[in-house]
């Protein structure tokens, strides 16, 4: 199996060995894109020309050395400039930086066209080397995006790994067959971002400060919920302010929003829960008013037993995000995760709607997260 860090052995004049080290994305667009530099070494004998070998080797252009094989192939400037796309004064400045670079002649120039010279043509082999194996490097990670493999780590609080992971994984492992998921489930109430060994780590607010990407999902809108009986017993809250002198269950302070009023509750809850079933259970035992999920409470079974309280106020919702390491591209497992959720979470093919349709139940993603305090 190919590294994505390539270390390619070129072997120039003089019985030097150049290790030229090509990150990932070099190792990717060789042969259609230009390549950034690459850093170059001089290994083994000590090196008489230390002073070429520092000031200019190491800043040698992959660039030049495609150049110097298309000249090489093409046996003329002129040629080489047409199969590159290049003017002919590009390719003739690019062939002389690598002369320089190299410190040495690679080619004769005459009337009938390029000739390489003795160190050229062995300079050539090694340069053919290099790149072909950029090019399988290449062809290996454009493989790897396609059909992603190894292990991938999750942490995401319980209801997640219940409501999204239990129902989707059989469909994602099927469709990548050579992955194989670890899940960390943890309480809602959890604030520490993970390991660094977690690929990804799904949370219900955006962190302040994070040395990881962020991706965010759609949220989870909510609302105030009772059962009949409760109602019955102790009346109904016309205001959120009167939400104090009501048995409550859930965590944290009630920030409840009707337009651009916004009304923030600090109670004093009864039961101190932040797992929505348990708040759902509690609350449809007459135990008190809770804070659930829309998807959850207005499920088919339990239309009759729970009664929306103060429906015109809105708790803040639950902003899902996915928190990952990363550079400008995501690795191939980490991208095959983050994609297939996204074309479940917030839609119709959500698997916490049990065939509900999302309108409603969701908010947008683009909007702004909520960062933690």
Known sequence: MLDIDFSLIIFAPSSRIYFAHATATE???VASEPLSCANLCCTGARCNNEEIVRGSV????LNDVRTFVAVAQENTLTAAAKELQLPTSTVSRSLTRLEKHLGVLVVQRSPRGIVLTDSGREYLQSCRRALRVLKDGGEWLERQRSSPKGLIKIACPITMARDVFAPLLK??????PD????IEPYSTGYDQEPREDVDVFFKLRAPNDSLRRVRPYPGTARGLFASPGYIQAYGSPATPDDLAAHSCIGSGVWKLSRGKKVANQNLSFRVVAGDPYVGLTLAIDGLGICV?????????EF????????????????????LFFGPSRLTPKVKALLDFLTEYLGTDRDPRLR??????YFTDPSLKLPSEP
Not at 58 to 61: F, G, M
Not at 292 to 300: F, G, I, M, V
Not at 355 to 360: D, E, L, M, N, S
Request: charged share 30%; proline share 10%; hydrophobic share 40%.
């Open 27 to 29: 190792t990717a667009e």
């Open 58 to 61: 190491n800043n040698l252009d």
């Open 171 to 176: 469909e994602f492992l099927k469709r990548f």
């Open 179 to 182: 992955l194989r998921v670890e």
């Open 292 to 300: 659930l999920p829309l998807w959850l409470a207005k499920r088919q």
């Open 303 to 322: 239309r009759k037993v729970l009664v929306p309280i103060l429906p015109s106020w809105r708790p803040d919702p639950l902003n899902l995000c996915a």
């Open 355 to 360: 065939q509900q349709r999302a309108k409603g």
